[in-house]
């Protein structure tokens, strides 16, 4: 049974830093690649990261490049995400996610993602 446990979100003032963690029970094999989405009140689910297993490349979604890193640790078998410089338009539910097979012209859809967890709330103060 595959199984996506988020956790790090929290309060945190603007320019400050938060670490997510997600802890991931899915068999890894080249065609994986894992995600974190979020989603604000009112709003549509949005692409923040994601990273390929095969040759480990990374995406990020514009408004968070620089300030954001996604990693993964075989070890744990745990996928990070380092926020840094937060504003309070990063105050969202964060949400990890996990698909095979996705081809990179679309790792940034929620559609290609077959498994979620079920997401860490992060709130920004301004």
């Known amino acids: 049974q595959v199984q996506l446990v988020e956790s790090g979100g929290g309060l945190v003032q603007a320019g400050g830093s938060l670490r997510l963690s997600c802890a991931y029970s899915v068999h890894t094999f080249n065609s994986l690649a894992m995600g974190w989405f979020r989603q604000a009140p009112g709003k549509e689910r949005e692409f923040v990261a994601a990273i390929r297993w095969n040759g480990g490349s990374t995406h990020y979604t514009d408004s968070v490049k620089g300030r954001f890193t996604i990693s993964r640790d075989g070890a744990k078998k745990t996928v990070h995400l380092q926020m840094n410089s937060l504003k309070p338009e990063d105050s969202a539910g964060y949400y990890c996610?996990?698909?095979?097979?996705?081809?990179?012209?679309?790792?940034?859809?929620?559609?290609?993602?077959?498994?979620w967890g079920q997401g860490t709330q992060v709130t920004v103060s301004s």
């Open positions: 996610a996990a698909g095979t097979g996705i081809i990179l012209s679309e790792i940034r859809s929620k559609l290609s993602y077959n498994y």
